[in-house]
């Protein structure tokens, strides 16, 4: 159902300036295993007649009642070109043309609408809010002063799903709402229209990026140069690298001459022989052979005779 239209003002840069716990949202109750929050609402208060802080918007015109558009949600900022930071484009209608959302305002001949949400948020049909609904999930969520007055004190970590601590109480979802910040421009605007509002909008995660040029054809000529290069140059490596080990291999089959003046080479003993070779300058000594035992002459010996029985050699003394 259409309501009444209500601009805020321009839109035309990308907002940047919102406190840091505007994308975080507040648990505000639990019920059937799901809980429920809300973002850009830094305290649970829902008595207030303004449901979202105004910081977590981008500035309006001075002089724009925002409480009861915000309520309504039939505000809009126009011309809007930018989603602010954060948020991305999640449903688009153009006036006189099929879109994939209706929204709470008249659109006018010409114009083109867009919702702005969070990541992973989308527009319903019909509500002027961004939702998401998750069974598995995990994000940080902050928590408020006790007297309800907008100020964060924590913030803490919700996983889905989970158990509530000390009861059987199993959490299987969360289901969370974010303000939708709506953005209208004229495709083709009438004359009296201002110039600023014909600039066609950047709406972030929409509109496809531009294909990417094709090489010129002096960056083709240079890839085909530099390749051949780097094939020629492998090539000659290879014929380097094959010619030296040609040439180290025939200088292994080469057996080198003796210097002249040197010593000749040690020989080893060949285990045949009972003959020893020392070198020595200029010749070898041969050293002899082990000779036949010698007996000693019977008279350097004093043979004892026990029992009449001769029993020379058994012990032998020197004199």
């Not at 040690?266 to 070898?284: H, I, K």
Request: aromatic share 8%; charged share 15%; glycine share 8%.
């Amino acid at each position: 159902m259409s309501q009444t239209r209500a601009i805020l003002g321009p839109l035309t840069t990308i907002f940047e300036q919102a406190p840091d716990w505007c994308d975080k949202p507040v648990i505000y109750g639990r019920e059937s295993g799901t809980l429920y929050g809300n973002l850009a609402q830094p305290c649970a208060n829902f008595e207030n007649e303004l449901p979202y802080d105004p910081s977590c918007w981008p500035p309006t015109t001075s002089g724009v009642a925002t409480t009861e558009a915000q309520m309504n949600r039939a505000a809009f900022y126009s011309p809007g070109l930018y989603c602010p930071s954060g948020l991305v484009t999640a449903c688009v209608s153009t006036e006189g043309v099929e879109g994939n959302y209706s929204f709470r305002f008249p659109l006018e001949s010409g114009e083109t609408a867009a919702g702005c949400c969070p990541v992973n948020y989308q527009c319903p049909t019909d509500h002027g809010m961004c939702s998401s609904h998750a069974s598995k999930a995990s994000f940080l969520a902050v928590d408020c002063d006790s007297d309800g007055s907008i100020t964060v004190v924590d913030t803490y970590h919700v996983v889905i799903p989970t158990t509530v601590s000390g009861r059987s109480t199993v959490i299987s979802a969360v289901e969370l709402q974010a303000p939708m910040i709506q953005l209208v421009w004229r495709s083709d605007p009438p004359a009296t229209t201002a110039a600023s509002s014909t600039v066609p909008p950047v709406l972030p995660s929409y509109n496809p990026a531009p294909p990417s040029p094709g090489l010129s054809t002096g960056a083709k000529a240079g890839i085909g140069v530099a390749s051949c290069s780097v094939v020629l140059s492998v090539i000659g490596f290879a014929c380097c690298f094959l010619l030296g080990n040609r040439r180290r291999m025939r200088d292994r089959l080469v057996t080198p001459a003796a210097p002249t003046g040197e010593a000749s080479p040690f020989e080893l003993p060949d285990p045949r022989s009972n003959r020893y070779e020392l070198e020595s300058p200029g010749s070898l000594q041969a050293l002899a052979g082990p000779k036949t035992p010698s007996e000693l002459p019977l008279e350097n010996l004093n043979v004892y005779n026990h029992d009449d029985r001769s029993r020379a050699g058994e012990l032998v003394e020197l004199e």
